[in-house]
C-alpha cells in the first residue's frame, strides 16, 4: 500500500533561510511524487513532481525537491525563504493500479518570520 | 480557462439538513474528485469519477452521495448533514488516466450546527 509521511506539522524558518520540508513515502509501485502548495483559503496548486527521469525536479517559485530512493525519501527545499512562501504544504503519492488517484500527507504548515 | 470552479464558498446548515456542492470545470479533464480537508489529516477522497457516467467511492464516502451527467459537472450532495461534516471541501480534477497532476478549485467552507 502507498503512504506518506511528512515529518513536521508546523516548520518555521527566517527571511532568507533555508526552506527544507520533510516526505517520506511507502510505494509498492515505482513511485509518482508530488508537492502541492496552498495558500490561505485557496485550494492546492502543484509545485512539482517526480516520475522518472532525473531525480532532482525543480518547480515554481524556487522550490526544488529531490527523490532519493534509498532512502524513500522526496524532500522540499529552497535555497533563501520569502514572506511569500508562508503557507501549507502537502507531499503525495499516486495510489498506483487503474486509477490515477494521489494519496496525501498530513500537511506542514510553513512561518516566515522577518 | 476559470480552471476548477466550487459554489458555494461558505455555508452553514443545521444537522439533518441536505444540499449540493456544485463543482464545475472547463477543461475537458476526464477524471474529478472531492476531498475532505480537515486539521492535521490531510486530504480525503470523498467519491472520484474517470468519465462522465461513471463514479467510485473513495476512502470517506458513508454520507455523501456523486453523479457525473456531463464531464463538466461533479456536484456533491449531502444527504443529511452531520456535525462530523463540518470541514473544508474541495474539487479536482485531472486530465485522463495518464496524467496525476491534479487542479484544484478554491473550496467550499461548510459548518454543520
Known amino acids: 500500500a502507498q503512504s506518506v509521511t511528512q515529518l513536521g506539522s508546523h516548520v518555521s524558518v527566517s527571511e532568507g533561510a533555508l526552506v527544507l520540508l520533510r516526505c517520506n513515502y511507502s510505494?509498492?509501485?515505482?513511485?509518482?511524487l508530488f508537492w502541492y502548495v496552498q495558500y490561505p483559503n485557496q485550494g492546492l496548486q502543484l509545485l512539482l513532481k517526480?516520475?522518472?527521469?532525473?531525480?532532482l525536479v525543480k518547480g515554481i517559485n524556487g522550490f526544488e525537491a529531490e527523490f532519493k530512493k534509498s532512502e524513500t525519501s522526496f524532500h522540499l527545499t529552497k535555497p533563501s525563504a520569502h514572506m511569500s512562501d508562508a503557507a501549507e504544504y502537502f507531499c503525495?503519492?499516486?495510489?498506483?493500479?487503474?486509477?490515477?488517484?494521489?494519496?496525501f500527507g498530513t500537511g506542514t504548515l510553513l512561518a516566515v518570520q522577518p | 480557462n476559470a480552471g476548477v470552479t466550487q459554489t458555494p464558498k461558505f455555508q452553514v446548515l443545521k444537522t439533518g439538513q441536505s444540499m449540493t456542492l456544485q463543482c464545475a470545470q472547463d477543461?475537458?479533464?476526464?477524471?474529478m474528485s472531492w476531498y475532505r480537508q480537515d486539521p492535521g489529516m490531510g486530504l480525503r477522497l470523498i467519491h472520484y469519477?474517470?468519465?462522465?457516467?461513471?463514479?467510485d467511492q473513495g476512502e470517506v464516502p458513508n454520507g455523501y452521495n456523486v453523479s457525473r451527467s456531463t464531464t463538466e459537472d461533479f456536484p456533491l450532495r449531502l444527504l443529511s448533514a452531520a456535525p462530523s461534516q463540518t470541514s473544508v471541501y474541495f474539487c479536482?480534477?485531472?486530465?485522463?488516466?495518464?496524467?496525476?497532476?491534479?487542479?484544484f478549485g478554491p473550496g467550499t467552507r461548510l459548518t454543520v450546527t
Open positions: 503525495a503519492v499516486r495510489k498506483g493500479g487503474a486509477t490515477n488517484k494521489l494519496i
Open positions: 510505494s509498492s509501485v515505482p513511485p509518482y
Open positions: 517526480y516520475t522518472t527521469g532525473a531525480t
Open positions: 477543461m475537458n479533464h476526464e477524471y
Open positions: 469519477s474517470v468519465g462522465a457516467g461513471i463514479t
Open positions: 479536482a480534477s485531472n486530465r485522463d488516466s495518464s496524467s496525476y497532476e491534479q487542479y
